[in-house]
């Protein structure tokens, strides 16, 4: 494949693969609204709050890790990131 020709299949992949999560959060969240029951719903939300701050949180240390290990080295940001994902 030609540069280009990859950098428009990935992008169109990466694309339909957020399109499919988005949806799917959207279902959970839905579903999950439908079986709580009313009364429960502030807490409900309170939690889901706290998880996702709690998650973007980590992916902000995560990325600052990242851009550190990369600058101080490609090689071992490279493997530091692999061995990360394994």
């Known amino acids: 494949w030609s540069k280009s020709t990859a ?3 990935v992008t169109i992949a990466q694309m339909l693969c957020g ?3 988005d ?3 959207l ?7 439908l079986v709580t029951p009313e ?3 502030g807490a409900l ?3 889901v709050s706290y998880i996702t701050g709690w998650k ?3 992916k902000g240390v995560g990325y600052f ?3 550190a290990c990369l600058g101080a080295s490609d090689e071992w940001g490279f493997y530091l990131a692999l061995g990360v994902n394994v």
């Not at 279902?27 to 609204?33: H, L, R, S, Y």
């Open 19 to 21: 399109i499919a999560k």
């Open 39 to 41: 009364e429960k719903q």
């Open 23 to 25: 949806l799917t959060k």
């Open 27 to 33: 279902g959970g969240k839905t579903v999950t609204k």
């Open 56 to 58: 973007n949180s980590l």
């Open 65 to 67: 890790i990242g851009a």
């Open 7 to 9: 950098i428009i299949y």
């Open 45 to 47: 939300f309170k939690l």
